[in-house]
């Protein structure tokens, strides 16, 4: 008798951090139980404490247990392994059951919990014992645990029973959640706790009420299930994530890939990629939530819902070159070349450009000048007018942020504007004095016929919105003579695609840094409408200085439209309550008028606590690095089970503080370790060494199985020489500035999946969780 297995998702994280030769074993029984379950060798027999678990022998020690799943169509009986543990970890009371909430198979796993929670719980754990056991091993002595004198409160005070189940939480972890006294004993708790019950006990343990948690987590997760669903395994099965076939199983333990974080989507965020949102609709959340992924998936909905056509109706847009590429790999792997050629893929620049050149006659364009060079220009401007009063940092913020973020033309827009969130005040004779330096600066730049890129997105924003201001009259006019056209103009004509919206659907990812132009430019594009924009943003990772509420420039995100993800798929929880340490105290916009925090963020994967390295100096810290790397790389080449060793290209990095940095790290490791690189550029990667090195600002959206972070030093993180001069000249301003910076660490440590490494020389950098 032949079986079909499924590997459940949490298996197949815990499989990929396994020994190579448990995972060559674990191939070799999933081969065996699949031609027949019922083999002598497999020993298969149900445990005790529920019959539709199962424990089957992979080698004298580990043992994989598994739950019959039903009747395929086919005919053939399904299997779903959802653990695999050392046979000295398998207990009677080990459960499977089908969410109330979710519908999915959850397995439930009692023996990760401190003894202490069950003896409060009133629960005593069984091993389950084999009928042939293996010869004894050594048991170490017992550990002795003092007891407290009294019992301690419990963490999850004023919530009930009936609290729990109405969220989603497994019936077998009610009693032990309900008696857990400290955030250790959660963790643990939460470490053997199926999807949504680990999120739910997390959002409780850090604070959430429980409506919140309702609100924010269950109810997104829920489905509608049928009368019966508690024992229709079968049913269950095809709601719960899992890798299907031994060739998946095989290249899961050989490959080590993070699938499920790449393509599998959580209930939570099926339901916000398959709405339909009667405006503007967002979602937020902490690095590696899967807010891409949502996007991603987003965009391939709303293209297979298209009519019939050759446009490109779709905008899938970014900030920068090098994510926009990512995001089309990506994208492509979802859908078909006929559907992928609907969806037109730029970053906010490179689209700001093509406006331009649209409406610039030949040889009258701009060149662009860089934000530096720029910088240039303006001091040059100051320093001939003798002027000493402002810096020309100050007054670049002031150009962007005001002069071009609310497209002020006159003196007389610029003594109105409001100037919130910009630190130092100006009075009216002072703001006359700004105005004139800034005009001389934008005189400069038009005489040497060069334009910075946020001049150029506020003239596309001004273009696109006179092209939306025409559509509009033209459609009032239409409607005041009952709906004919003016003219008789061919519907393809380029009068006529002037007089349309350029798309009908727009999704942006990594929305917190655009600017206030862009996301004019972007609301011009789309005429208002259900599922005219779709936006995914985590304020926490903003790493330019861009403050916007989105309300003012005409997206309104209500009515519930907007969604907060909190679990992430991409680095370990160890990484994570580190980096969210980064960060912590912080107050956070949420492109609107509220704020946005990672209460709640949280992983289920769990590994290597981050590495801390202090350096005795330069030459040191480098050194050290190397040996990190080259162990690194022994880890990632070991051999699989068929002898494959796996290429180390692009699984390791080093991100630094600044370019120059970049460079020197390079020419270290490559001349006097040996350790070949590429430089990460706005192209992406160049050069085709095996170990990426660039700028905190190049690691935004990326992901790395290793990573460190050197140069970690005060006076680097932040520039002292920088950041202190607005300490007592402008307060706010140095406040924000030491928020970037904070931003920027974050952003980097969230870069790594497996391994992360933080290491500096002279004194630690304060913003590291030492």
């Known amino acids: 008798m032949t079986a079909r297995l499924?590997?459940?998702?949490?298996?197949?994280?815990?499989?990929?951090?396994?020994?190579?030769?448990?995972?060559?074993?674990?191939?070799?029984?999933?081969?065996?139980?699949?031609?027949?379950?019922?083999?002598?060798?497999?020993?298969?027999?149900?445990?005790?404490?529920?019959?539709?678990?199962?424990?089957?022998?992979?080698?004298?020690?580990?043992?994989?247990?598994?739950?019959?799943?039903?009747?395929?169509?086919?005919?053939?009986?399904?299997?779903?392994?959802?653990?695999?543990?050392?046979?000295?970890?398998?207990?009677?009371?080990?459960?499977?059951?089908?969410?109330?909430?979710?519908?999915?198979?959850?397995?439930?796993?009692?023996?990760?919990?401190?003894?202490?929670?069950?003896?409060?719980?009133?629960?005593?754990?069984?091993?389950?014992?084999?009928?042939?056991?293996?010869?004894?091993?050594?048991?170490?002595?017992?550990?002795?645990?003092?007891?407290?004198?009294?019992?301690?409160?419990?963490?999850?005070?004023?919530?009930?029973?009936?609290?729990?189940?109405?969220?989603?939480?497994?019936?077998?972890?009610?009693?032990?959640?309900l008696a857990v006294t400290t955030d250790e004993e959660l963790d643990q708790l939460i470490a053997g706790a199926p999807r949504l019950t680990a999120e739910v006990l997390t959002g409780l343990g850090s604070g959430m009420s429980v409506d919140e948690v309702e609100r924010e987590i269950t109810q997104p997760a829920s489905t509608e299930l049928e009368p019966g669903f508690e024992n229709d395994m079968a049913a269950a099965l095809t709601r719960t994530a899992v890798t299907t076939v031994d060739d998946d199983i095989r290249n899961v333990l050989a490959e080590g890939d993070f699938r499920a974080w790449k393509v599998y989507l959580h209930p939570t965020q099926r339901k916000i990629v398959e709405r339909n949102y009667s405006g503007p609709g967002r979602v937020s959340g902490g690095p590696g939530t899967g807010k891409t992924i949502v996007a991603l998936h987003r965009v391939a909905r709303l293209a297979a819902a298209l009519p019939?056509?050759?446009?490109?109706?779709?905008?899938?847009?970014?900030?920068?070159?090098?994510?926009?590429?990512?995001?089309?790999?990506?994208?492509?792997?979802?859908?078909?070349?006929?559907?992928?050629?609907?969806?037109?893929?730029?970053?906010?620049?490179?689209?700001?450009?093509?406006?331009?050149?649209?409406?610039?006659?030949?040889?009258?364009?701009?060149?662009?000048?860089?934000?530096?060079?720029?910088?240039?220009?303006?001091?040059?401007?100051?320093?001939?007018?003798?002027?000493?009063?402002?810096?020309?940092?100050?007054?670049?913020?002031?150009?962007?942020?005001?002069?071009?973020?609310?497209?002020?033309?006159?003196?007389?827009?610029?003594?109105?504007?409001?100037?919130?969130?910009?630190?130092?005040?100006?009075?009216?004779p002072e703001r006359a004095v700004v105005w004139k330096l800034l005009e001389q600066f934008a005189l400069r730049l038009n005489g040497m016929g060069r334009e910075t890129w946020a001049q150029a997105a506020e003239r596309a924003a001004r273009y696109e919105m006179e092209r939306a201001r025409k559509i509009q009259t033209r459609a009032e006019r239409k409607a005041d003579i009952g709906g004919g056209d003016l003219a008789h103009l061919d519907d393809n004509s380029s009068a006529m695609r002037y007089l349309r919206h350029r798309y009908r659907h727009i999704v942006v990812d990594e929305a917190q840094d655009l600017s206030p132009a862009h996301w004019k430019m972007l609301r011009a594009m789309a005429a208002s409408g259900p599922d005219d924009l779709f936006i995914a943003s985590d304020t926490h990772q903003r790493i330019y200085d861009r403050q916007v509420t989105l309300s003012t420039v005409g997206i309104n995100i209500r009515g519930g439209r907007s969604s907060k993800l909190t679990l992430s798929y991409r680095t370990t929880q160890e990484i994570l309550d580190q980096a969210a340490k980064v960060v912590r105290g912080g107050t956070y916009d949420d492109l609107d008028d509220g704020t946005d925090t990672l209460d709640g963020y949280h992983s289920l994967l769990h590994g290597p606590a981050p590495e801390y390295v202090a350096c005795a100096d330069w030459t040191d810290e480098i050194t050290q690095l190397a040996e990190a790397l080259k162990q690194w790389r022994a880890d990632i080449t070991q051999p699989t089970e068929d002898g494959t060793v796996r290429d180390p290209s692009g699984t390791m990095a080093v991100c630094v503080a600044d370019g120059d940095m970049a460079g020197r790290v390079a020419a270290d490791l490559e001349t006097k370790h040996g350790i070949t690189t590429a430089t990460l550029t706005k192209d992406?990667?160049?050069?085709?060494?095996?170990?990426?090195?660039?700028?905190?600002?190049?690691?935004?959206?990326?992901?790395?199985?290793?990573?460190?972070?050197?140069?970690?030093?005060?006076?680097?993180?932040?520039?002292?020489?920088?950041?202190?001069?607005?300490?007592?000249?402008?307060?706010?301003?140095?406040?924000?500035?030491?928020?970037?910076s904070r931003n920027q660490l974050f952003v980097a440590t969230t870069r790594a999946r497996d391994a992360l490494r933080i290491s500096w020389h002279g004194r630690p950098s304060p913003f590291l969780p030492l």
């Open 6 to 177: 499924s590997l459940y998702q949490k298996a197949e994280n815990e499989l990929y951090k396994m020994d190579s030769s448990v995972k060559t074993k674990f191939y070799d029984f999933c081969h065996q139980f699949r031609l027949d379950p019922d083999h002598p060798s497999l020993d298969l027999k149900p445990l005790k404490g529920d019959s539709r678990i199962f424990r089957a022998k992979i080698d004298r020690s580990y043992r994989a247990l598994l739950a019959r799943a039903g009747v395929g169509a086919d005919g053939v009986q399904q299997w779903l392994i959802v653990a695999v543990r050392h046979r000295k970890d398998v207990y009677e009371e080990l459960t499977v059951a089908i969410n109330r909430i979710t519908g999915e198979i959850e397995f439930v796993d009692l023996g990760v919990v401190g003894q202490s929670v069950l003896q409060r719980a009133g629960l005593q754990l069984t091993p389950a014992k084999d009928e042939h056991p293996a010869p004894a091993e050594p048991t170490p002595a017992p550990v002795v645990t003092p007891q407290p004198a009294a019992p301690a409160e419990p963490l999850l005070i004023g919530c009930t029973p009936e609290d729990l189940r109405r969220l989603g939480v497994a019936d077998a972890l009610i009693g032990p959640a």
């Open 684 to 740: 992406g990667p160049q050069g085709g060494g095996e170990v990426h090195i660039g700028t905190m600002h190049r690691f935004k959206g990326l992901e790395y199985q290793k990573l460190a972070v050197i140069g970690a030093s005060d006076g680097i993180l932040p520039r002292t020489a920088v950041v202190e001069k607005y300490e007592t000249t402008d307060p706010k301003r140095y406040e924000r500035e030491l928020k970037k």
């Open 308 to 428: 019939p056509g050759h446009g490109k109706p779709i905008l899938l847009t970014t900030y920068t070159k090098n994510l926009t590429a990512d995001l089309r790999s990506r994208l492509t792997s979802l859908m078909d070349p006929a559907l992928l050629g609907r969806v037109d893929i730029k970053h906010i620049d490179q689209l700001a450009q093509s406006v331009l050149n649209e409406n610039t006659a030949p040889g009258a364009q701009r060149s662009l000048i860089t934000d530096d060079r720029a910088l240039d220009v303006l001091r040059e401007v100051l320093f001939e007018h003798d002027e000493q009063r402002w810096d020309a940092e100050f007054l670049f913020d002031e150009w962007e942020q005001i002069v071009l973020g609310q497209s002020l033309a006159t003196r007389q827009d610029y003594f109105k504007a409001r100037r919130a969130g910009m630190g130092r005040a100006l009075n009216r």
